[in-house]
């Protein structure tokens, strides 16, 4: 196999820079993000009147919307960060109650102000994608991309719900575009652009660690990806800098660790137990892996068993992850069964929670969920040679369903996947409307 075989085999011709587009699709551009912003905002003071005067309560979906909200109160006056008695240290990272502590310091203690302020936040996510998209592949894929985010029903919805997983998404894009352009160019980076991008890659991680734990995982499985593809690339003869690969994993690694450790410092003062990301991981987990566990949350046996009225925050968390490694260890069968509960769970077209249980629910959650999903999967195949696009596009919506078929699962969890999908959607609909187009099938990444 010859060294230009060997590269092909892995990487598609990709644009070097993501930048704006000129002309007329810089115009449509403007207007996409317009449409989105617009929808997102009109959503947010129609959802806070409708809780106002006709629902006649503070939150669409309670439960960790009260808690985020405290926390945010907390924050905003200056208070220690805790919640619930006996107080909790180490519940929920501090990202998101953060940003809820800015809108009530600049707007006041109004939930319609801080509605709107995450709706306004989660508008950048169109664009985002579009940068994304055309590095991956091209301008016009790039636009759809950004079009089909701006118009998700879910994804408008879902911006000022006063929950954490909008706002990731918005992180977790952020993220993936330095990322994207590491995978991509791998090979022709300069060192010293190479080790920028991979510094803002972890410390773009761990902003969105710092809104969603769960991400943390997936940096280093990113990191050892890119030490594969660098070992690829040596293999073929092709690497300028054999050890290249190794840098920027540390690099991103490292970049992710630094921002985080003034949290992991913080725990260990107040909990005596230095930890990374919360100490809730424990009961989580045993959420969806216990006698009556149905891939459902239902966390009535935190209240039930009561263990912090006895033990420490660390101790509740230790006691219910070995719970739920026990359980696991002595019903692999149900393990296996729940998995797949939760799997169905997870890609459910509509909402599971009962109370959006109805025909208009399901008919706005699936109109542009089915089809984006039919068409990413047409997308990855057309392009199943190009790494990129497998990894940024389907990564995370397929690292997530792993996660939740331990977890309890939801179309909530999903959310943010479904974000990076809208390029292999966009890649799926551009080949079903130029079929005759330019492919770049015979590259890959």
């Known amino acids: 196999m010859s060294t230009d075989t060997a590269n092909n085999s892995l990487a598609p011709p990709l644009r070097h820079r993501c930048e704006l587009p000129s002309g007329a699709n810089r115009r449509w551009l403007v207007l996409i993000l317009l449409l989105g912003l617009i929808l997102r905002v ?21 439960g960790d919307a009260n808690g985020y909200w405290e926390l945010g109160e907390k924050l905003a006056a200056g208070d220690e960060y805790r919640i619930y008695e006996p107080p909790r240290y180490a519940l929920r990272m501090p990202g998101f109650p953060t940003l809820l502590a800015i809108s009530i310091n600049v707007f006041g203690n109004s939930k319609s102000a801080a509605r709107i302020f995450m709706a306004v936040l989660c508008s950048l996510a169109p664009i985002l994608c579009y940068f994304l998209g055309s590095k991956l592949r091209d301008e016009r894929t790039g636009l759809i991309a950004a079009l089909l985010t701006a118009i998700s029903p879910v994804f408008i919805a879902f911006s000022p719900v006063l929950l954490c997983e909008s706002v990731f998404s918005v992180a977790l894009l952020g993220t993936l575009l330095p990322g994207c352009c590491l995978l991509c160019d791998l090979q022709s980076l300069p060192l010293k652009r190479g080790i920028v991008l991979s510094l803002i890659t972890g410390v773009t991680s761990a902003i969105a660690i710092y809104l969603k734990p769960s991400w943390i995982l997936a940096v280093p499985a990113f990191g ?51 930890k990374l990301t919360t100490l809730w ?28 009225a006895s033990l420490s925050e660390y101790e509740v968390d230790q006691h219910y992850k070995r719970a739920a490694f026990e359980f696991a260890r002595e019903n692999p069968g149900r393990v296996v069964q729940l998995g797949w509960e939760k799997f169905k769970r997870y890609w459910n077209p509509w909402p599971n929670a009962s109370q959006f249980d109805n025909w208009p629910a399901r008919i706005v959650t699936s109109i542009i969920y089915v089809p984006c999903l ?34 309890v699962a939801s179309l909530r969890y ?17 080949s079903l409307l130029w079929p005759n187009g330019k492919s770049t099938e015979g590259a890959a990444s």
């Open 374 to 407: 039919v068409l990413a999967v047409i997308g990855l195949w057309r392009e199943r040679r190009s790494l990129p696009l497998l990894v940024i596009g389907a990564g995370p919506i397929l690292y997530f369903c792993a996660l939740h078929c331990l977890f």
């Open 414 to 430: 999903r959310l943010p996947g479904e974000y990076p999908l809208m390029i292999p959607s966009a890649v799926g609909l551009c």
């Open 281 to 308: 991981m424990g009961a989580s987990l045993y959420d969806g892996l216990n006698p009556d566990a149905t891939g459902e949350s239902d966390m009535t046996f935190f209240e039930r068993d009561n263990l912090p």
């Open 42 to 62: 009109a959503t947010a003071w129609t959802l806070q009147y409708q809780l106002d005067q006709r629902w006649q309560r503070e939150f669409l979906i309670l």
């Open 224 to 274: 050892a990806l890119l030490v594969g593809l660098d070992w690829h690339h040596k293999r073929s003869g092709s690497s300028c800098f054999p050890s290249r690969g190794l840098l920027f994993a540390a690099l991103v690694v490292l970049g992710m660790l630094l921002p985080l450790l003034p949290w992991g410092f913080r725990n260990a003062r107040v909990t005596g137990h230095f």
